[in-house]
């Protein structure tokens, strides 16, 4: 029996041969070298993403904007996201993943380096919204290669690991480009995060193997799979995930401090550690999705929604507080990997348009969880926010639900269609 391994030296693919337990679901080898590059590439883009909230002061300072004008290189970006992972697969659809990879992580320093040189602030919005272009095709992408490079039981896991470059930025890269930003100037930091895409390109090149695909799907194969009612509603679900984040998280520092008591220098610590929960879940999601994967994700996102209720009620004692919301850390990256699967499954044949959406889902449903927050505090008081987000948690989790009914639907029908009628003699 044999197994395809990457020949460094020529930069294909080679045989070799393997005994059975090697492929066997339950012998677990490391991950392969080669999702380190991807995880690296995954981490410069979640620095890229959030390092300029923390810098916001400094950069509205040198190019002579205001906050709320600065502010704008946050929304731009998202925007991008949205916008740019759909219109870049469309365009791109046809070239070989590596290449795609390569293509993509040199569009993404190319932006990097021209945030550091931007004279102004219009030239600045323009190398943030190029950047971002790259953001959700090279996650998308990155997923979808990353299930190639393991044995089947591990595909979950292998997006698990390439989406923990995300949360790990979150912990170290953010704190620490801000740092390197409030001390050198915040040209500076989009200087690492341009060191660090190089680094990942290197890597891709050179780890990376050249996988066949074959002929790859046409685009109306891609967007036939993206519009399917199952998949739709998968984005939908991801969005909703997503939403009931970011209604929390977006004004935990404001919960922290003005309802549970901390003084606004520890918050920071509070986030570390919610970093730490959100690494933990993403990782475990991960397994428990390879293991299980709609029981894992409706467990989860019904964990999710009564842990949400339940910070209303702990906000007002600190240490219950901390505890819980580093537990809603793990369970709200938890859901992240088991998505990206459920999607490739469904998309099988064409999951490159799909998986790459996925991720514009995910960013709308970023921005909507934010205003949906808002919308609770100027209603109903900065407390009710984690009410809202519970309730959005919840519907996110009926449409699991639905999700699971309306594939259990379609395979008892599919499995009547092939019932053969028998004649009478």
Same mark, same amino acid.
């Given at each position: 029996?044999?197994?395809?391994?990457?020949?460094?030296?020529?930069?294909?693919?080679?045989?070799?041969?393997?005994? %059975?337990?090697?492929?066997?679901?339950?012998?677990?080898?490391?991950?392969? @070298?080669?999702? $380190?590059?991807?995880?690296?590439?995954?981490?410069?883009?979640?620095?890229?993403?959030?390092?300029?909230?923390?810098?916001?002061?400094?950069?509205?300072?040198?190019?002579?904007?205001?906050?709320?004008?600065?502010?704008? /290189?946050?929304?731009?970006?998202?925007?991008?996201?949205?916008?740019? %992972?759909?219109?870049?697969?469309?365009?791109?659809?046809?070239?070989?993943?590596?290449? @795609?990879?390569?293509?993509?992580?040199?569009?993404?320093?190319?932006?990097?380096?021209?945030?550091?040189?931007?004279?102004?602030?219009?030239?600045?919005?323009?190398?943030?919204?190029?950047?971002?272009?790259?953001?959700?095709?090279?996650?998308?992408?990155?997923?979808?290669?990353?299930?190639?490079?393991?044995?089947?039981?591990?595909?979950?896991?292998?997006?698990?690991?390439?989406?923990?470059?995300?949360?790990?930025?979150?912990?170290?890269?953010?704190?620490?480009?801000?740092?390197?930003?409030?001390?050198?100037?915040?040209?500076?930091?989009?200087?690492?995060?341009?060191?660090?895409?190089?680094? =990942?390109?290197?890597?891709?090149?050179?780890?990376?193997?050249?996988?066949?695909?074959?002929?790859?799907?046409?685009?109306?194969?891609?967007?036939?799979?993206?519009?399917?009612?199952?998949? @739709?509603?998968? /984005?939908?679900?991801?969005?909703?995930?997503?939403?009931?984040?970011?209604?929390?998280?977006?004004?935990?520092?404001?919960?922290?401090?003005?309802? =549970?008591?901390?003084?606004?220098?520890?918050?920071?610590?509070?986030?570390?550690?919610?970093?730490?929960?959100?690494?933990?879940?993403?990782?475990?999601?991960?397994?428990?999705?390879?293991?299980?994967?709609?029981? =894992?994700?409706?467990?989860?996102?019904?964990?999710?929604?009564?842990?949400?209720?339940?910070?209303?009620?702990?906000?007002?004692?600190?240490? $219950?507080?901390?505890?819980?919301?580093?537990?809603?850390?793990? +369970?709200?990256?938890?859901?992240?990997?088991?998505?990206?699967?459920?999607?490739?499954?469904?998309?099988?044949?064409?999951?490159? @348009?799909?998986?790459?959406?996925?991720?514009?889902?995910?960013?709308?449903?970023?921005?909507?969880?934010?205003?949906?927050?808002?919308?609770?505090?100027?209603?109903?008081?900065?407390?009710?926010?984690?009410?809202?987000?519970?309730?959005?948690?919840?519907?996110?989790?009926?449409?699991?639900? $639905? =999700?699971?009914?309306?594939?259990?639907?379609?395979?008892?029908?599919?499995? +009547?269609?092939?019932?053969?009628?028998?004649? +009478?003699?």
């Amino acid at each position: 029996m044999s197994k395809t391994n990457f020949d460094p030296s020529t930069g294909q693919l080679a045989e070799r041969k393997h005994t %059975a337990q090697t492929l066997e679901p339950g012998h677990r080898k490391a991950f392969p @070298l080669s999702l $380190l590059c991807l995880t690296i590439g995954a981490f410069a883009i979640g620095m890229t993403e959030f390092i300029i909230m923390g810098l916001l002061p400094n950069v509205a300072n040198d190019l002579n904007v205001s906050i709320p004008q600065a502010g704008q /290189l946050i929304t731009g970006y998202a925007l991008g996201v949205a916008v740019g %992972a759909p219109i870049l697969t469309v365009f791109t659809h046809k070239i070989p993943q590596k290449k @795609l990879l390569v293509l993509l992580m040199c569009i993404f320093i190319i932006g990097n380096a021209l945030s550091v040189i931007a004279p102004t602030y219009g030239l600045l919005i323009s190398a943030r919204i190029l950047t971002a272009f790259a953001h959700g095709t090279f996650l998308g992408v990155g997923s979808i290669m990353a299930t190639k490079l393991v044995t089947p039981d591990r595909r979950a896991g292998a997006v698990s690991v390439v989406l923990a470059g995300l949360t790990i930025a979150n912990i170290i890269g953010v704190p620490f480009g801000t740092f390197i930003g409030q001390q050198l100037g915040w040209r500076s930091s989009f200087g690492a995060i341009t060191i660090l895409g190089v680094i =990942s390109l290197f890597g891709i090149v050179r780890f990376i193997p050249v996988i066949p695909q074959g002929t790859p799907a046409n685009l109306g194969q891609q967007f036939r799979n993206l519009i399917r009612p199952q998949v @739709l509603l998968v /984005l939908l679900i991801g969005a909703m995930g997503c939403g009931s984040l970011f209604a929390v998280f977006t004004y935990i520092t404001p919960m922290l401090v003005d309802i =549970s008591g901390f003084a606004e220098q520890n918050v920071t610590w509070i986030l570390v550690l919610f970093g730490f929960g959100v690494t933990l879940g993403n990782m475990v999601g991960g397994r428990l999705a390879d293991w299980k994967l709609m029981p =894992s994700l409706i467990v989860n996102f019904g964990i999710l929604a009564v842990l949400l209720a339940v910070l209303t009620l702990t906000l007002h004692n600190p240490v $219950l507080a901390v505890i819980t919301i580093f537990l809603w850390g793990v +369970a709200a990256f938890g859901i992240m990997p088991g998505l990206q699967i459920r999607i490739m499954n469904m998309t099988r044949e064409a999951p490159l @348009l799909a998986t790459t959406s996925s991720h514009s889902a995910f960013n709308l449903g970023n921005a909507a969880g934010a205003y949906i927050g808002g919308f609770a505090i100027t209603h109903t008081g900065l407390i009710s926010v984690p009410i809202y987000a519970a309730v959005i948690a919840a519907i996110g989790l009926i449409g699991l639900l $639905l =999700s699971l009914f309306m594939h259990d639907k379609k395979s008892s029908f599919d499995d +009547a269609e092939n019932i053969q009628p028998v004649s +009478a003699h």
